[in-house]
């Protein structure tokens, strides 16, 4: 039986969470031509600026959220789970724990956005309660589709 937690990044993680986000969209780069954003990140900022939370299996990190607190949302920056444990329920109780968040911080929507060509990351938000509320080209190219969900 494994030992599973989440807990939150520290500077100390920052390679970590450049090494689980770059395997999680790994699979995109041959779709869209290029690294998507979250490939690129400076994660030794955002560690600092952001809340990550990692994932962890046996004190391995597997999965990680990252989220901004804005004036009227909470900012769903990042999901990045690992290929090998994708399509176990990770994604769930990522979004699941940015609701805890949101509410903790008395914000009653959650906001993210992914490129409109990761038609399965449009699904599966849709299925878990995201309605797309905003398309805008995306300066290296493609577009840009902003989702949202209200929580209670």
């Not at 979250?38 to 999965?63: C, F, K, S």
């Not at 190219?141 to 929580?151: A, L, P, Q, R």
């Amino acid at each position: 039986m494994t030992a599973a937690k989440l807990r939150r990044a520290t500077l100390a993680d920052a390679a970590a969470v450049r090494d689980v986000t770059r395997a999680a969209y790994a699979k995109w780069i041959p779709l869209i031509g290029r690294e998507p954003k979250p490939m690129t990140a400076n994660y030794e900022r955002a560690v600092v600026e952001h809340i990550i939370d990692l994932y962890e299996e046996n004190d391995v990190p597997v999965a990680l959220i990252e989220v901004i607190p804005q004036a009227t949302c909470l900012l769903i920056e990042n999901i990045a789970v690992l290929p090998n444990q994708q399509g176990k329920g990770l994604g769930d109780l990522l979004l699941n724990h940015a609701e805890i968040i949101a509410r903790s911080l008395h914000l009653s929507e959650l906001q993210l956005y992914t490129n409109a060509a990761f038609i399965s990351n449009i699904d599966f938000y849709a299925r878990r309660g995201f309605q797309e509320f905003h398309r805008e080209p995306f300066p290296a190219g493609g577009v840009t589709v902003h989702m949202k969900k209200m929580i209670e």
